[in-house]
């Protein structure tokens, strides 16, 4: 049908969402674009950056959604990616998710928008909080007043995107035009930008993408970015003409309006607001405390705040730690009915070595710990989406002030208790790098699930009686040291305050199930993206060092005789079938000890033994410290390879006898210690190295290992003295 | 450095449930940046609703809830309104 063409033609924009942090951004961006999202990273800076698709109409529409953000500044990565975004890559719409519970406050980063130019939809979300709010709103009046049409959305029962849509569309075809609105400073003000627009404009040719008026409000406000930008894209002499100009109008303004041009700037943009408001809306007088506020007075009570947030902590890992047991335990035994299978199914020899000692047994033992992990991310999740994670923060920037960091701080440090790969992610809460920094290398010492194991092992062997409060005082040295640090680490290398305490403390609200299980699957899909990969990778290196160079018939005696004389003896029936079992196994031990001895990785652990030894290690548990590289859980497993061996007598009892007659008390704690205090695996420091840097990883990894070595040092040296 | 009229006082001095505004801010550039787009504003009323023992300190502005630590809040004069 030749008159039906014209709508069949499919046709491709962007829209990119902004709005602050709790506007309800996330939650109209998965809306809209459902499961089809993909989340990657920022070049160069750990800002996530979300993009959807979505298909309506003759349309398909890509979303992008940005960082939320309170304002345009340069105040952190997020607001800094987000303002790039917009005025680097110029989505066709920009769609502005304005919380309209709190319109005053909100519309300041609108007013920011309006400013560069950008086709724009406003969406009111929370349209329901709005309406209880207010008597009678005027949105053709407010659409107009801020240049942009506004419609109404409730994003959590997903209301209003069609709306969204349909108008992000006619914006998109220009059959919806507002004039264009700017914001008035005030006479000083405009005299200034109006000097620094003319300047610029002699730049025009480099600076295309930027509109002059925003450009200039930004110098005024001191923008840090902005300034660094053009002195990068302008030779020496504009530059100086330009800082010259800039000068002169900062101290005219200080001058005359005895305030920074930046509070008289964000006066002008509330004004604007204010006066906007009140012509288009009819306030409700209500003076009720809001339900946000009742829960507020228990929450973060002077009394009960820290306890119930200790009370919330201890659910938490109740719930990770022993619900998660069950599906981490169906796994577990899954994987080995698989692997069964599967040895039934190869035939002996190296692949069916690889594929089950080496695939299996590295990323498989990290993969079974997916469920806790997620029902961490869940929790988290929770916390986050509700608004008590702000909370959280409040509650502990005091303590957390006395060792020099931050309220945010504790979130990542809590977490690394569980996993430290996601406490580093979520050190990205902080925007100061020092505090950050700091954060991600004291969490090393928060002990992280992959290291229990370890002090199961060593505390029940060679403390059987008080097994519980050993492993709990390695925790407790663990955030000793923690706060040690910390503390070193301020006054050495990341020099100054921590960062003032700022934050919104949003209304509660209650989580929606899709939201909490989106933000867990991100984080998880990035943990079981690691175990494929560097586990991965670092699986087969393992098992590749333990194999080779393979001992042929290179034993010290020769074992298999042995075993064919035994066999014969027992034959003819000149021995018990008990003693023949336990002379084979014997032997099998010494074959199995010599076979690693002779491997690389036997030999490595011979060469490494003289760094270990003033700690009281032998090669074995050097070896298995190395080994340990590749995850805290592959100590316990290396252990079992050089005490217990043969795959078909794998005792658990002998293994831990062997253990307890090798080494003494002394030497189990200490090596719990060690383990305790050097960087947690090398797939934290691929995380630690994407979120902070080559330069940071290295540090990391030399402070916890020379903090490790001494500790262990002295300890087994002084030890000593007493045993 | 500049005089601060007496009659102000510093927001960490300020007391729970009174009503004041927010008079000078003295914190630089960027920290101010900040505070603004939390709707702190020579002007604007502030409502102390919660301190937290000798930690951080929980204010009422522009309709919104912010929790400050004590350094930020000691850049933020008030004066009370009667």
């Known amino acids: 049908?030749?008159?039906?063409?014209?709508?069949?033609?499919?046709?491709?924009?962007?829209?990119?969402?902004?709005?602050?942090?709790?506007?309800?951004?996330?939650?109209?961006?998965?809306?809209?674009?459902g499961s089809r999202q993909h989340v990657g990273n920022y070049p160069g800076v750990t800002v996530e950056h979300k993009t959807g698709r979505r298909k309506y109409k003759d349309y398909v529409i890509n979303v992008v959604d940005l960082p939320g953000t309170y304002t345009l500044t340069a105040y952190s990565m997020e607001e800094l990616v987000a303002r790039d975004y917009i005025i680097n890559k110029k989505p066709e719409v920009l769609v502005n998710v304005v919380d309209s519970s709190n319109l005053a406050?909100?519309?300041?980063?609108?007013?920011?928008?309006?400013?560069?130019?950008?086709?724009?939809?406003?969406?009111?979300?929370?349209?329901?909080?709005?309406?209880?709010?207010?008597?009678?709103?005027?949105?053709?009046?407010?659409?107009?007043?801020?240049?942009?049409?506004?419609?109404?959305?409730?994003g959590n029962k997903n209301e209003g995107m069609d709306k969204l849509l349909d108008m992000a569309i006619k914006v998109y075809e220009r059959k919806y035009t507002e004039k264009?609105?700017?914001?008035?400073?005030?006479?000083?003000?405009?005299?200034?930008?109006i000097k620094l627009e003319n300047l610029l404009q002699l730049k025009s040719d480099s600076l295309k993408q930027f509109n002059f008026r925003w450009l200039s409000i930004k110098l005024l406000e001191q923008d840090k970015e902005v300034l660094k930008y053009l002195k990068n894209v302008s030779d020496e002499n504009f530059y100086n003409n330009l800082q010259k100009l800039l000068n002169n109008s900062l101290s005219h303004i200080k001058n005359v309006m005895r305030d920074s041009p930046e509070v008289i700037i964000a006066e002008a943009r509330y004004g604007f607001i204010n006066g906007a408001l009140k012509e288009a809306i009819i306030e409700k007088k209500n003076?009720?405390?809001?339900?946000?506020?009742?829960?507020?007075?228990?929450?973060?009570?002077?009394?009960?705040?820290?306890?119930?947030?200790?009370?919330?902590?201890?659910?938490?890992?109740?719930?990770?730690?022993?619900?998660?047991?069950?599906?981490?335990?169906?796994?577990?035994?899954?994987?080995?009915?698989?692997?069964?299978?599967?040895?039934?199914?190869?035939?002996?020899?190296?692949?069916?070595?690889?594929?089950?000692?080496?695939?299996?047994?590295?990323?498989?033992?990290?993969?079974?710990?997916?469920?806790?992990?997620?029902?961490?991310?869940?929790?988290?999740?929770?916390?986050?989406?509700?608004?008590?994670?702000?909370?959280?923060?409040?509650?502990?920037?005091?303590?957390?002030?006395?060792?020099?960091?931050?309220?945010?701080?504790f979130i990542p440090l809590l977490i690394g208790f569980g996993c430290t790969i996601p406490a580093y992610m979520s050190g990205r809460t902080l925007e100061n790098k020092s505090d950050r920094l700091i954060t991600m290398h004291i969490n090393t010492f928060m002990s992280c699930g992959g290291r229990l194991p370890i002090y199961i092992l060593f505390a029940s062997v060679f403390f059987p009686k008080n097994s519980g409060n050993v492993i709990?005082?390695?925790?407790?040295?663990?955030?000793?040291?923690?706060?040690?640090?910390?503390?070193?680490?301020?006054?050495?290398?990341?020099?100054?305050?921590?960062?003032?305490?700022?934050?919104?403390l949003p209304p509660y609200r209650v989580p929606t199930i899709k939201g909490v299980l989106i933000h867990m699957w991100e984080r998880t899909w990035l943990y079981i993206k690691k175990a494929g990969t560097v586990i991965l990778a670092l699986s087969i290196l393992m098992w590749v060092l333990f194999t080779f160079p393979m001992i042929g018939n290179h034993y010290s005696e020769d074992y298999n005789l042995q075993l064919k004389n035994l066999n014969n003896s027992y034959l003819s029936a000149k021995i018990s079938k008990d003693f023949y079992d336990s002379e084979v196994l014997k032997i099998q031990k010494e074959m199995a000890v010599e076979k690693i001895e002779y491997s690389a990785a036997g030999r490595i652990g011979h060469f490494v033994e003289p760094i270990f030894k003033p700690l009281g290690f032998d090669w074995r548990l050097s070896l298995s410290s190395l080994a340990g590289i590749a995850g805290k859980e592959v100590v316990v497993s290396t252990l079992g390879t050089l005490f217990s061996i043969t795959k078909s007598e794998k005792n658990p009892v002998d293994f831990k006898n062997s253990i307890a007659k090798q080494f003494n008390p002394l030497i189990g704690y200490n090596f719990m210690l060690f383990s305790l205090l050097y960087f947690p695996c090398i797939a934290s420091l691929a995380v630690f190295k994407r979120e902070a840097g080559t330069k940071e990883m290295i540090f990391q990894i030399g402070f916890t290992l020379s903090l490790a070595w001494v500790v262990s040092l002295i300890v087994y040296q002084i030890g000593r003295l007493f045993i | 450095m500049e005089q601060i009229k007496t009659n102000f006082i510093s927001l960490v001095n300020a007391q729970v449930n009174k009503k004041y505004r927010i008079e000078?801010?003295?914190?630089?550039?960027?920290?101010?940046?900040?505070?603004?787009?939390?709707?702190?504003?020579?002007?604007?009323?502030?409502?102390?609703?919660?301190?937290?023992?000798?930690?951080?300190?929980?204010?009422?502005?522009?309709?919104?809830?912010?929790a400050l630590g004590r350094g930020a809040a000691a850049k933020i004069f008030i004066s009370e309104v009667k």
Request: net charge positive; proline share 4%.
């Open chain 1, 287 to 409: 003076n009720e405390i809001s339900i946000s506020d009742r829960i507020d007075q228990v929450l973060i009570n002077k009394v009960l705040g820290l306890p119930i947030f200790i009370f919330i902590m201890w659910v938490m890992f109740q719930i990770v730690f022993k619900l998660g047991d069950y599906p981490v335990n169906w796994l577990g035994s899954g994987l080995n009915k698989f692997t069964d299978l599967l040895s039934k199914v190869i035939p002996e020899g190296l692949l069916k070595s690889l594929l089950i000692d080496g695939i299996i047994g590295g990323v498989g033992g990290i993969l079974v710990f997916t469920p806790k992990i997620m029902l961490l991310f869940i929790f988290i999740a929770v916390l986050e989406d509700s608004g008590y994670m702000a909370r959280a923060a409040f509650i502990m920037d005091r303590i957390m002030h006395k060792i020099g960091l931050h309220g945010k701080s």
């Open chain 1, 1 to 33: 049908m030749p008159n039906n063409n014209k709508n069949n033609i499919i046709k491709e924009f962007t829209i990119a969402l902004a709005g602050s942090p709790n506007s309800g951004k996330t939650t109209i961006f998965n809306n809209i674009t």
């Open chain 1, 180 to 193: 264009k609105v700017l914001i008035k400073y005030g006479d000083e003000i405009e005299n200034e930008i």
């Open chain 2, 24 to 66: 000078k801010m003295t914190g630089g550039s960027f920290f101010n940046m900040r505070l603004l787009s939390l709707g702190f504003i020579p002007g604007e009323y502030i409502e102390v609703i919660n301190q937290y023992g000798r930690g951080p300190i929980t204010v009422y502005v522009k309709g919104n809830k912010v």
């Open chain 1, 105 to 154: 406050r909100n519309l300041y980063l609108t007013t920011q928008l309006i400013e560069l130019s950008v086709p724009m939809v406003i969406v009111f979300n929370m349209a329901d909080i709005l309406k209880k709010n207010v008597d009678n709103i005027n949105l053709e009046l407010l659409s107009h007043l801020f240049g942009a049409p506004i419609v109404l959305t409730i």
């Open chain 1, 472 to 504: 709990f005082s390695i925790y407790l040295i663990g955030i000793i040291m923690a706060i040690a640090m910390a503390k070193l680490l301020r006054a050495t290398r990341f020099k100054g305050e921590a960062e003032p305490f700022v934050m919104e």
